[in-house]
RNA sequence: GGUCUCUUAGUAUAACGGUUAGUACAACGGGUUUUCAUCCCGUCAACGCGGGUUCGACUCCCGCAGAGAUCACCA
């Protein structure tokens, strides 16, 4: 079995659209079967440079390797369709002789004057009510229309079910335009038979053209493929698909944001799909081992980044907890400047330490930027935190000063600085002030980071190291003492 | 307008004639020696409407309503 993923280059694919690529993968990995890449660039009009490479970027990060496409090659090449103009030609030629194609050398104004005679008489247009009499011999710049075969048609789609249509729905289409490029209508399928491909999957807006695809085959003797309709991902808002007017990002955005490639992957591929478990979090593999076409949803759904945050930080610490620190280290120094500036001069084993410390706040890598500065450049001593904290509030700023200069003297003593000679000293210390945690404990914290929020205070002075952890808490009793 | 498709909590989904309609995200409340987060416990919340079929319907059938898709020399 063969399945495809076939964009066009025309910008970034944005999520919503990923998920094309997905679904084939995902079944041809499970079958035994072959994943190809295909780029439909046959609209001159609309080609982006350098959306070809954006493409193959995002499977890559995805972890979509494509056996047969761009770069890898394979037997069925070219896989660029702007390339195959030959082939379609040939295929043209071959309906032609067949007398199911013709040149059609009406001009676009003479089809918007049919177009609004039966729109004015409120009856369906279809071209194949123009056809002209005495076509003329096909030719390079005229193009070439289907002679449709209109009647009923069933057939079946393995997400959708049963379908059938009639024969108002089926018309004579341009299969290749007067610059000599095919339409979609052409090219896709002349190359799913060319390239062997058995799984024909898309969005649902191909639905309404199947009627035509299927006379397509039908005039070309092809076998027809098993057809998948995919239900669009629609926008947070409103009901329309999900698209880039909704703000729609690229995989790649995410990636610069610190989305994990596994969790849009397990997040894209549970959006409108389940495999009647109550898994949430599934590995590739396991995707791989239980995707089943016929447990795809029916209809469309939602796009909630919420969840895919969430899913993001359950990824980062599944990667923590069993591939390790490190591995996850590996994830954050990717050049895509996931850690402060100030941390450049930090080397790998310093940085290691705050993110085992850190990784379970974090929902993006990208998390790291704000919440970790206090790790390598000394906070500005902000004393309203300190002074309009809810638990300090009732505490004189002479109160607050000497809490932190006696916690500073009995962590001087500390000889063997380790996390849990800190939790001891502590917890002694609170016993000696016979002050609440809420209390003392909230005072030291802000005289440490001065951030909204840390790690808990013994693994915080560990990484800190005993020279830094003494000397901020000296200068926020200063601070207070002087205010 | 024609044709086609879809319809379980705010969101994603489970159920495939008999359940107190399950789970997750979100929201809200509580617990885990400070904060934020993790983790744990709990609360709120759904079968679009109307007819059938059946002892019994979220599940099957028919209407209706709502939503979406498509009617290009774009894919």
Redesign the pocket.
Known sequence: MKTRF???P?GYIHIGNVRSAIYPYLLARQQDGTFILRI????Q??FVEGATELIEDTLKWLGLEWDEGPVVGGPAEPYF?SQRANIYRAWGEKLIAKGRAYA?????ET?QKY?DECNAK?V????RNFRPENPPEWKPG??LRFKADPKPRKWHDEV???????P??Q?D??L????G?????F??IVDDAEMGVTHVMR???????T?NYLALYEALDLKVPKLV?L??I?APT????LGKRDGAKSATEYRADGVLPEAMLNYLA?????????Q?IYTKDELIKNFSLD?I????????E??L???N??WI?RIADEQGIDALYARTITGDGFWPESAAPYDDEYKKKVLAIIY????TLADLRDMTTYFFENPTVDLEMITG?K?LKKFSEDELSDMLMLTSRKLEAIQDWNADNL?TA??EL?EETGK???????V???AL?F??????????MNVLGKNLTLSRLQTAATALEND
């Open positions: 076939a964009p066009s025309t439909e660039d046959t609209d009009a609309r369709q059609d050398p009406t001009d676009s089809i177009r409120k369906p247009y279809l071209y005229i193009p959708m079910g049963d379908l059938e249509a009639g108002e729905v018309d289409i341009i290749i335009k007067a610059d490029m095919p339409t979609y209508n090219a896709h969005g649902v807006e191909y639905l309404s053209s009627p309709s239900p669009h629609l409103g009901n329309k698909k549970c959006l409108g799909w389940n495999d009647g478990t109550e949430e447990k949803q029916n209809s469309g759904a939602r796009y909630d919420t969840k945050l969430w899913m930080g359950q610490r379970d706040r974090l929902k904290n638990f939790q502590l917890n609170l609440k945690p809420a209390e003392l404990f909230s030291i914290r802000i980071s951030a909204p929020f840390s790690p808990a205070l013994h693994l915080t």
